[in-house]
């Protein structure tokens, strides 16, 4: 059909409308036309917990949906969540015809949607605007099918790639602007990840100001357990939360930061796969790392970064003492990593701001 894709790239925007307050969830987006064509009603997965998207649009068309035709961003759902099954709905809309963009990998559902509505008699296609759907659930599609969260990657540096001086003045390399983005991602986030120099150094609050959808855990990544026992993270663990990531060594240092309601997590597998893996179990979707150098060369030297936010300053800093913003090892030869893709740059304030893909 020459509208239909149209109609599933409205659905697959209209679906984008629920980035930062449907996750764990996935972004959906749903259209309805009637039997001649008519738009007659339009939805999305607004918040975690409330109706999906097919639901919502087809409570608008009412109906004017019978006989009609539905686009829908992810298989519908055939599983008692916490709303009952979409496929039940559809079906009883008397919808003729769905459109879907990417099947559903949710055990419970996987594939089992498209079933129920086909034994019903609606005739599905499935795949129109693949590509778009799965970038655009890339950190749900991860999560399911890693059991890991989609790792953002951010720093901010001068136009000679430094993230200090030499003398570790820092504040501030980027804009005003800059920084107000920084704290619209973190409002999205499930976790902000720092190590224990940058609290050391920078004694940051990490929280989203304004506030955001939902409320980032602040995560330290301290072997050593050698954090400051004053300082705003420990301050403020009872108001937003605070994990601090540690070994067995680790924990005999920070009896205070337990004492001040943050949770210790200790582990002697110091692994970017292991912590990942623990966030991932916690049912987080989008972690922020925001440095220092050696966390973000450790998670780039695991493989471990889906995306990169970058915010060039117009400084040069100069300096071969100056520190750039990946550290540890790196790659040997420059074919040894792929291009970043689906670059896109931006201006913000007086900075570039560049963000891209690791794959
Ligand atoms: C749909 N339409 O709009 C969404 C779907 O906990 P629940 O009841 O909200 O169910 C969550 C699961 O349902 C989620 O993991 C995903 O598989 C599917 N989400 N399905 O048909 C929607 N948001
Ligand atoms: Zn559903």
Redesign the pocket.
């Known amino acids: 059909m020459p509208d239909d894709h149209f109609w599933i790239r409205r659905a697959l925007t209209l679906a984008e409308q629920?980035l930062g307050f449907?996750e764990?969830?996935?972004?959906?987006?749903?259209v309805v036309l009637d039997a001649t064509g008519q738009l007659v009603g339009e939805g999305?997965?607004a918040r975690?917990?409330?109706?999906?998207?097919?639901?919502?649009a087809l409570a608008v068309a009412g109906e004017k949906a019978r006989e009609g035709t539905l686009f829908?961003s992810?298989?519908?759902?055939c599983?008692?969540?916490?709303?009952p099954p979409?496929?039940d709905a559809v079906i009883a809309a008397g919808i003729r015809r769905a459109v879907v963009a990417i099947n559903?990998?949710?055990p419970?559902?996987a594939g089992g949607?498209v079933k129920a509505l086909r034994e019903a008699g609606i005739e599905v296609a499935v795949g129109l605007c693949e590509a778009e759907a799965r970038s655009l659930n890339a950190p749900?599609l991860k999560r399911?099918a890693t059991g890991k969260p989609w790792v953002h990657l951010k720093w901010a540096m001068s136009l000679d790639g430094k993230i200090a001086t030499r003398t570790g003045d820092s504040k501030w390399i980027s804009s005003e602007e800059s920084r107000q983005l920084v704290h619209e991602l973190r409002g999205r986030m499930d976790a902000i990840i720092v190590g224990g120099g940058t609290v050391r150094a920078d004694d940051p609050l990490l929280t989203a100001r304004p506030p955001g959808p939902r409320v980032a855990t602040r995560v330290v990544l301290s072997e050593s357990g050698n954090l400051p026992e004053d300082c705003q993270l420990a301050r403020t663990a009872r108001e937003v939360p605070v994990l601090v990531v540690t070994t067995p060594n680790g924990t005999t240092r920070l009896h205070n930061w337990k004492a001040a309601g943050t949770e210790i997590h200790v582990s002697p597998d110091t692994s970017i796969l292991a912590l990942l893996t623990e966030l991932g179990s916690r049912g987080m979707t989008n972690v922020l790392v925001e440095g220092g150098a050696g966390v973000l060369g450790a998670f780039l030297d695991s493989g471990e970064g889906d995306e990169v936010h970058v915010f060039i300053a117009p400084k040069l800093i100069g300096g071969a003492e100056a520190l750039s913003p990946v550290g540890r090892i790196g790659i040997a030869e420059l074919s040894d990593r792929p291009d970043l893709v689906s670059l896109i740059a931006s201006s913000s304030g007086r900075d570039v701001y560049l963000r891209g893909r690791m794959h």
């Open positions: 629920g449907v764990p969830n996935p972004m959906v987006g749903a999305f997965h975690f917990g409330e109706p999906h998207a097919e639901v919502v829908v992810l298989e519908p759902c599983h008692h969540g916490k709303t979409c496929t559903d990998p949710f419970k559902v949607g749900f399911l």
